[in-house]
C-alpha cells in the first residue's frame, strides 16, 4: 500500500515535444505529491509538487496533473529540451507529523536534438 | 531552500574496511535523512536522524552496519561499517526544511567497495 508505480521506465522524445511520465498511488493517506530531477551524478532536486486539493499545477514548462478519484497524478514537460535528459522521481508522502517520502521508480528520459 | 553539502564526494575502499560519510546543512533542520541509491534504481531510505535522539532504521538496515550520529540540527554522519561489495552505491544525505517540510538531497557520496 506504500508503493508509487512509475511508468515509463524510460522515454525518448524529440526537442519541443512534450514528455509525459505517469504515477499511481494506492495509500489514500498521501496529500504530497513532489517531483524530483536527477542528473547523472547529482543528488535529486525538487522539480514541482502539488498537493491534492487541486487538479493542476504549472510552473513554466513542467505542469503536474493530478486525479484524486483515480489515485494518479502526472507530469508533463512542455516544449522539452535536451538540458532535460536526466531521471525523473515521481514521490508521495502522507501528513502528520513528519510522515517519510516513498519515491517512484524513475523514469530515464532523454531528448534528442 | 537548504543547501547540503557531503564528504566525501566519491571514495573506493576495501572489503571489510569502514567508511564515515559527513553531512552538513547550512541552516537549522529538526529531520535529516540517509539514503542509498544504487546504480539506475530509486532511492530507499536507509535511517530518519533527529537531533538529541537515536537514529530509527527502515527494515532491512540496522544501526551495527549503518551507525548514524546527529551531534546538532545541522551536522549528520553516516558510517558504512564491515564493507562488502553490495554496498558499493550512492548515499544521499537528506533533510525536511523546517514550516514546509519539503526535502532536499545533498549531491550524494558514490561509494565504490572493492
Known amino acids: 500500500q506504500q508503493q508509487v508505480k512509475q511508468s515509463p521506465q524510460s522515454l525518448i522524445v524529440q526537442k519541443g515535444g512534450i514528455s509525459i511520465i505517469n504515477c499511481a498511488y494506492e495509500?489514500?493517506?498521501?496529500?504530497?505529491f513532489p517531483w524530483y530531477q536527477q542528473f547523472p551524478g547529482k543528488g535529486p532536486a525538487l522539480l514541482i509538487a502539488i498537493r491534492p486539493d487541486v487538479s493542476e499545477k504549472k510552473e513554466g514548462r513542467f505542469t503536474i496533473s493530478f486525479n484524486k478519484s483515480a489515485k494518479q497524478f502526472s507530469l508533463h514537460i512542455m516544449d522539452s529540451q535536451p538540458g532535460d535528459s536526466a531521471t525523473y522521481f515521481c514521490a508521495a508522502r502522507a501528513s502528520g507529523g513528519y510522515q517519510k517520502v516513498t519515491f517512484g521508480t524513475g523514469t530515464k528520459l532523454q531528448v534528442i536534438p | 531552500s537548504a543547501v547540503i553539502s557531503q564528504k566525501p564526494s566519491r571514495d573506493i575502499c576495501q572489503r571489510g574496511t569502514s567508511l564515515t560519510i559527513q553531512c552538513q546543512v547550512d541552516s537549522q533542520v529538526t529531520m535529516m535523512f540517509w539514503y542509498r541509491q544504487q546504480p539506475g534504481q530509486s532511492l530507499t531510505l536507509i535511517a530518519t536522524?533527529?537531533?538529541?535522539?537515536?537514529?530509527?532504521?527502515e527494515s532491512g538496515f540496522v544501526i551495527d552496519k549503518f551507525p548514524i550520529s546527529r551531534p546538532n540540527l545541522t551536522f549528520s554522519t553516516l558510517t558504512v561499517s564491515n564493507m562488502s561489495p553490495e554496498d558499493s552505491s550512492i548515499y544521499l544525505c537528506s533533510v525536511a526544511e523546517p514550516i514546509t517540510d519539503t526535502q532536499y538531497f545533498g549531491p550524494g557520496t558514490r561509494l565504490t567497495v572493492l
Open positions: 536522524a533527529n537531533q538529541g535522539s537515536e537514529a530509527t532504521y
Open positions: 495509500n489514500t493517506a498521501f496529500d504530497y
